[in-house]
């Protein structure tokens, strides 16, 4: 009999929708052999939403929900499967290889609510689980992950399961080993081509398996790892071993399958969290497929690549690399360009408690909740314990993160600093029961994991890259004074920076800000290490102020010169001015010349407006002539003022600027020595 198995997924972002989602599918897989890997199965429904809402399940291509779920964040869902090769999760022989119309699942809220799915399944000795990635798992270039799969079992196998989400998709495999073989029904080498192209209709799929049993050989242990899917439509695939070894030589084994993402969903930068197993790195290693040539691999900051491999490649980073022996420890990963991780954990010492993790990148962009893991503790009918795993910004502080489980609130550990990174933590917490929620006011990646006697579960609830919602509203009075800006989603977050008119202001660093004059506000909020600017927000006066501002484009000028006067009018009043004239007579010494406008008429001196709607700014361009009134000064300075008119009262509470001067200076005499006389002559106009 085994020991445990423990799988820590610990899976971070992506661009886009999460595992959150509207949407799921469940390619089929394919076991070695019946019930060796997977007999009993379920599906487990849970969603953050506190109102329940309709969760339809349809199987294959029938366009009638063959059941359906209601669920809430109370009241989680469990669809429970048929046993072992049932071809709708795991099919047999006679639908491998072929194109399938009756098998794979989709669930799909009709009312467009977001909710989690997570497959688990088990059997007397192995256990395993995998999380739909939702509409993030939908693309077209994704690569076959998983680990290389050592020594013989007549139920060690590999698997790939595609899933078409339009007709008429074309799938091509490409870029395995040449030896290798897929199975066709019962001849395990039905398929011996270099490169392999299927056509599918939209919810029909497909299962590739390159079978080990008891004759393994080096491009079945290892030769798909790697492999190209590029279809012409959206596709979403699962992979892994039912089941798979890690011994040369040796019969032990489990199971290990999940959902990647496509390439275009990949980062460069991993954190990775220790499972149970030992030193001598048998189940105890992330590994890397390349999707560009080139691609290095630095490990806990270091500066000098431990590896570089190409497209397709892969590379094991040793579990020396980790930041101990102990479960919990740590490994920090960066790449030069975006690739494809997973993750071999142990369960326990033992070289047969491995598990499998599709491990994503970390980043800022994570959610800061997960609501909720279901039942933690069950995995397809059996009782497991269970724990969570969590990576979490640095900049978060731990209080601002709270674990409960059906016991209530949890008390979180101290973090593990993660070597290589300024950026993130992580913490390992065993032995939760119930319902399992983190909330957290940065982002964080959380996975879950299980075990009873050989049998060992895991899952991840993270979701993806998730853009925040940091739209302004405007509380309290509409206007000023007593207008209080706040984020309308109410979404939290670890720091918080005010703005005016682009200029930031000192002490504002709440959730919310009391505005005292009137201008554009935004918000600049920090998440994890990165920061993010919220929409500009405009607040305005509960009183009329019309704001009158003008300039010129040279104060000191000779006589006879043109100048260029600018005056802007702007309404700072919450609501809109009527009847607006602006008028500016040009003092004696400045003749009018020409002027043109942004809105309205001119005919001098008066620039007729009418409405002026709150926040509205329009220019007024006059050109005047400059001429000295006196010819005894050697300078005169005017001052030119601009003055406003409206059915309205102006408070003036913001202060104009309405006049300028300009200094106009006569020509200087020329002087002209002759014959010992001299002749001054005066130049003017």
């Not at 489990?254 to 991993?270: F, M, S, T, W």
């Not at 949890?410 to 917490?429: A, E, H, Q």
Request: charged share 15%; with cysteine; net charge negative.
């Amino acid at each position: 009999m085994r020991q445990f198995t423990l799988f820590c997924l610990l899976f971070t972002g992506f661009l886009g929708q999460a595992q959150l989602s509207d949407l799921h599918y469940l390619p089929p897989l394919r076991q070695g052999q019946n019930n060796a890997a997977i007999q009993q199965q379920a599906v487990y429904l849970s969603t953050p939403e506190t109102t329940p809402f309709t969760v339809n399940v349809y199987q294959g291509t029938n366009p009638t929900p063959i059941t359906s779920f209601t669920i809430s964040n109370t009241s989680p869902a469990v669809y429970t499967l048929g046993n072992g090769n049932n071809n709708v999760t795991l099919v047999d022989d006679a639908n491998t290889g072929v194109v399938l119309t009756n098998s794979g699942l989709r669930f799909e809220s009709p009312s467009g609510e977001n909710f989690y799915v997570n497959y688990r399944g088990r059997s007397g000795s192995q256990a395993a689980s995998l999380t739909s990635k939702g509409r993030v798992a939908m693309g077209t270039r994704f690569k076959w992950g998983g680990v290389p799969n050592l020594g013989s079992h007549v139920s060690k196998s590999n698997t790939l399961g595609i899933m078409a989400t339009e007709d008429n998709t074309t799938i091509t495999l490409s870029g395995y080993d040449p030896d290798c073989e897929f199975r066709v029904g019962s001849n395990r080498a039905g398929i011996t081509d270099d490169s392999y192209t299927i056509t599918l209709d939209a919810n029909e799929s497909f299962v590739f398996e390159t079978y080990i049993g008891n004759s393994p050989t080096m491009a079945h242990e290892r030769g798909w790892i790697g492999a190209s899917i590029v279809s012409d439509r959206d596709i979403v695939i699962s992979n892994g071993s039912l089941n798979y070894g890690r011994q040369v030589g040796a019969s032990n084994r489990d199971a290990g399958i999940d959902q990647p993402v496509p390439e275009n969903r990949l980062g460069k930068e991993y954190v990775f969290v220790r499972g149970n197993g030992n030193a001598n790195g048998w189940t105890e290693f992330p590994l890397i497929i390349a999707t560009e040539n080139n691609t290095q691999i630095f490990v806990n900051g270091s500066a000098t690549p431990i590896a570089t491999i190409n497209d397709g490649e892969f590379f094991e980073i040793p579990s020396t690399y980790y930041s101990s022996n102990s479960v919990g420890a740590n490994m920090y990963v960066e790449t030069s360009k975006d690739v494809y991780a997973y993750q071999c954990m142990g369960g326990s010492t033992a070289a047969y408690t491995q598990g499998l993790n599709f491990v994503a990148p970390v980043n800022c962009l994570l959610p800061d909740t997960m609501d909720n893991i279901p039942n933690i503790t069950d995995a397809a009918g059996v009782n497991i314990t269970g724990g969570v795993t969590i990576i979490a910004a640095t900049s978060t502080p731990d209080s601002s993160i709270t674990v409960t489980d059906g016991s209530g609130t949890v008390t979180l550990p101290p973090s593990s600093p993660v070597i290589g990174t300024p950026d993130w933590k992580t913490f390992y917490l065993p032995s939760l029961t119930g319902n399992v929620s983190v909330q957290s006011t940065g982002p964080i990646a959380v996975g879950f994991f299980g075990f009873n006697g050989a049998r060992g579960i895991a899952g991840y609830y993270s979701g993806f890259d998730t853009v925040p919602n940091i739209n302004l509203q405007i509380t309290g009075s509409n206007c000023l004074p007593g207008a209080v800006l706040e984020i309308a989603s109410g979404e939290t977050f670890d720091a918080y920076q005010w703005y005016g008119d682009g200029v930031l202001i000192p002490g504002a660093t709440s959730a919310s800000y009391t505005a005292t004059t009137a201008g554009d506000y935004f918000l600049r909020v920090t998440r994890g290490p990165c920061s993010y600017d919220s929409n500009s927000i405009a607040v305005y006066y509960c009183d009329p102020d019309i704001v009158l501002n003008k300039t010129v484009d040279q104060n000191n000028v000779t006589d006879g010169t043109d100048v260029t006067f600018t005056i802007t009018v702007e309404n700072f009043w919450n609501d809109p001015v009527t009847n607006l004239v602006l008028t500016d007579i040009l003092p004696n010494g400045l003749e009018f010349v020409s002027a043109s406008t942004t809105t309205g008429s001119f005919n001098y001196p008066d620039w007729t407006l009418g409405t002026l709607n709150p926040g509205q700014l329009e220019t007024l361009t006059l050109t005047a002539k400059t001429k000295m009134t006196n010819i005894y000064q050697s300078s005169q300075t005017y001052t030119n003022t601009v003055t406003n008119a409206q059915d309205q009262t102006d408070l003036n509470i913001t202060t104009d600027n309405p006049r300028v001067n300009v200094t106009v200076n006569i020509i200087p005499p020329t002087t002209v020595i002759t014959n010992r006389r001299i002749t001054i002559r005066v130049n003017k106009n």
